[in-house]
């Protein structure tokens, strides 16, 4: 499964864990990279990561299995996410439907969109 489709509080088993948000590109990972240019070309690719929160920690190694148990009722998966945090801030009004979120995504989009 790709986790670009996977919705803001989707959460997977062993070790039980939930989608959070997107991982935004930052100065720090791109002077590590040392490639000029990489935080614009990683946004305007719009394909990031996601983070997770640990629900019931357990050991998770390579090439393990996931599960989905349990997918929320509302569209906003990590890539919406992303988008509207970056390059479509229209979209912020929908990032308030996932419970989910973390707290200061939450305000900001509730500041935004005020």
């Given amino acids: 499964m790709k986790l670009l489709s ?3 509080g989707q959460p997977r088993p062993n070790p039980w ?3 959070s948000c997107p991982r935004i590109p930052c100065g ?3 002077g590590w990279l040392l490639q000029a240019g990489w935080i614009k070309r990683f946004t305007q690719a719009a394909r990031p990561g996601s983070y997770f929160r640990v629900i019931e920690p ?10 989905i148990v349990y997918r929320p009722d509302h569209d906003v998966t990590v890539a919406l996410s992303f988008r509207a945090l970056t390059l479509s801030p229209e979209l912020l009004p929908r990032l308030l439907a ?5 707290r200061e995504l939450r305000e900001l989009a509730q500041r935004r969109t005020a």
């Fill in 6 to 8: 996977v919705n803001v």
């Fill in 98 to 102: 996932a419970d989910a979120l973390p």
């Fill in 17 to 19: 864990k939930q989608a």
């Fill in 28 to 30: 720090t990972f791109q």
């Fill in 58 to 67: 357990g050991e998770i190694q390579a090439g393990d299995q996931i599960e």
